[in-house]
Structure formats: C-alpha cells, structure tokens
C-alpha cells in the first residue's frame, strides 16, 4: 500500500494564480482531510470530506475548494492564491471518526 | 464542542532524562485521545491513542500515556530521552459530539541535548 500521497511536493505561485494540491489514498478510507501548517499554529483544518460526495469546511475554508468524487481522491483547489496561503499543506484519511489519521508526507507552497 | 492544549511550545531535556510532554482537553462526551510525531520535512505519525480501553497507553519508541479524567489530561512521557527523539509532537482529541475530525494542538517541539 502506498498509504497517503500527495503532488506536488513542493510549488511557487504567482498571486492570484490558481492551482489544484492532489491528495490520493488506497486505504478504502471514507475520512479525508485537508490541514495548513504554519509556525507556532499547529495544524488548521481546512475542509474535510466523511465519504464520497460529502465534504464540509474546517477551521479556515477561505480561499480553497474541495469535492470528493471517488473514495480515493480528495483534491484542494485554491481558487485564486495570495501570499498568506503560504503554507505546508497535509492531506489525511482514517477509516472512522474512532481511528488515528494517516498522513501524506505534505506539499511546501510559496505565494509571491 | 472539543479542544487542546498543549503547554510549551518548546521542551528541552538531556539525553537520558525523563521526558514530560503535556496536554490537556476539552469535551463534553468521552473523548478518543491521540499523540502524533513529526520529523523535520515529514508528515505525522501515530505514536499512541487512548480509546476508553485502558487509561494507561503504551506507544511507539518507548513512549506512553495516561488519560486522567479528573484532569482532563493525557500527558506523554518517556523515562529516558534519545537524541532521536528530537520532534514535533501534536496531541488530538476526537469526539463524537464533534466534526468527526480531531482537533490539534499546537505542538510541542522537544529538543534533546547531549
């Protein structure tokens, strides 16, 4: 199994550009979601999905977008970027609410 | 409503001391309890959970902790620090009252001297 993954490992934009962060699971998780890491913030949800065509907003939903068409894919889209979505990005899936997170290894993005 | 704290931002010990990492929660129902790892450049991992069956959670690396309701506190320790243990650790709380999804703290960074 490869777990979680994640592409691209790393990105820099333009403000204003816009981009899709992939996320991909071979678990059979219904569980995904995505989190921000910043500096002295910890992880910040941004959406989460609980099972394919159902999807919510976290913690700080402004500027990205999310769908889950397949139980597989969860892909973040940032609609239109600004430096203060500068930021390491993870990607996690579990099987229920009751179990640990598995974690992709993180895409590094810079907003010029 | 669920939540975490973790108290420092930053510990420091020598290799060979205890190490003390801690962490206490916010829930209104019984919580799942969670302590998660990360080394520089990589995403986390699972070091333990607690999950109602025992309070005391043996983990990964030597790690463990006890879930003390009174407290509402689940503190991770170890008796004896390895330079390799030098990470970012994260402690979540997941309740059934919530999300679905854990909630983070925001991390203890634990620095390992010689």
């Known amino acids: 199994n490869a777990g979680v993954t994640q592409t691209p490992k790393f990105q820099v934009l333009k403000t204003g550009q816009s981009m899709t962060l992939q996320c991909a699971q071979d678990?059979?998780?219904?569980?995904m979601s995505w989190y921000r890491q910043d500096p002295g913030m910890g992880l910040r949800l941004i959406h989460y999905?609980?099972?394919?065509?159902?999807?919510d907003q976290g913690e700080v939903p402004n500027g990205y977008n999310v769908s889950r068409s397949t139980t597989e894919d969860f892909p973040l889209r940032l609609l239109s970027a600004a430096p203060s979505q500068t930021s390491v990005y993870f990607c996690?899936?579990?099987?229920?609410?009751?179990?640990?997170?598995?974690f992709g290894p993180g895409t590094r993005l810079t907003v010029l | 409503a669920q939540s975490v704290t973790q108290l420092g931002s930053h510990v420091s010990v020598s290799e060979g001391a205890l190490v003390l990492l801690r962490c206490n929660y916010s829930?209104?129902?019984?919580?799942?309890l969670f302590w998660y790892v990360q080394y520089p450049n990589q995403g986390l991992q699972l070091l333990l959970k607690?999950?109602?069956?025992?309070?005391l959670v043996k983990g990964i690396n030597g790690f463990e902790a006890e879930f003390k309701k009174s407290e509402t506190s689940f503190h991770l320790t170890k008796p004896s620090a390895h330079m390799s243990d030098a990470a970012e650790y994260f402690c979540?709380?997941?309740?059934?009252?919530?999300?679905?999804?854990?909630?983070f703290g925001r991390g203890t960074s634990l620095i390992v001297h010689p």
């Open positions: 996690a899936s579990s099987n229920s609410w009751r179990d640990e997170q598995f």
């Open positions: 678990m059979n998780h219904e569980y």
């Open positions: 999905s609980v099972g394919a065509g159902i999807t």
């Open positions: 829930s209104s129902v019984p919580p799942y």
């Open positions: 607690y999950t109602s069956a025992a309070t």
């Open positions: 979540a709380v997941t309740t059934s009252g919530g999300s679905y999804i854990p909630t």
